[in-house]
């Protein structure tokens, strides 16, 4: 079982860029595959990037390639979300998600959820 927390959102400027946070407890981090999804106000949750386990597979949503980074340390029990280039589009609520070792992008197969953290872009 694992509790992420995540950390790091604000408001920048069209173009700026973020590093997300996510702490997450539980001496099993290493076996839970890591997401992270987005929520704007109206809107559904969507899926933004997941790793693997491992940290050897990462997918990302095709608006955010090239952009965003998703990225793993097990010795930490942390998985980061770099954000580069960012639009006022990704603003967001931004959530951390736990799923034991499958991969999905499906935000029902996740069993485990932060808090969340407010993004918000600038034009």
């Known amino acids: 079982q694992v509790q992420p927390v995540e950390s790091g959102g604000g408001l920048v400027q069209a173009g700026d860029s973020l590093r997300l946070s996510c702490a997450a407890s539980?001496?099993?981090?290493?076996?839970?595959?890591m997401c992270w999804f987005r929520q704007a106000p109206g809107k559904e949750r969507e899926f933004v990037a997941v790793?693997?386990?491992?940290?050897?597979?990462?997918y990302y949503t095709d608006s955010v390639k090239g952009r965003f980074t998703i990225s793993r340390d097990n010795a930490k029990n942390t998985v980061y979300l770099r954000m580069n280039s960012l639009k006022p589009e990704d603003t967001a609520i931004y959530y951390c998600?736990?799923?034991?070792?499958?991969?999905?992008?499906?935000?029902?197969?996740?069993?485990?959820w932060g808090q969340g953290t407010q993004v918000t872009v600038s034009s």
């Open positions: 539980g001496r099993t981090f290493s076996s839970y595959t």
């Open positions: 790793i693997s386990w491992s940290g050897g597979s990462t």
């Open positions: 998600a736990a799923r034991y070792l499958g991969t999905s992008y499906n935000p029902r197969a996740y069993d485990y």
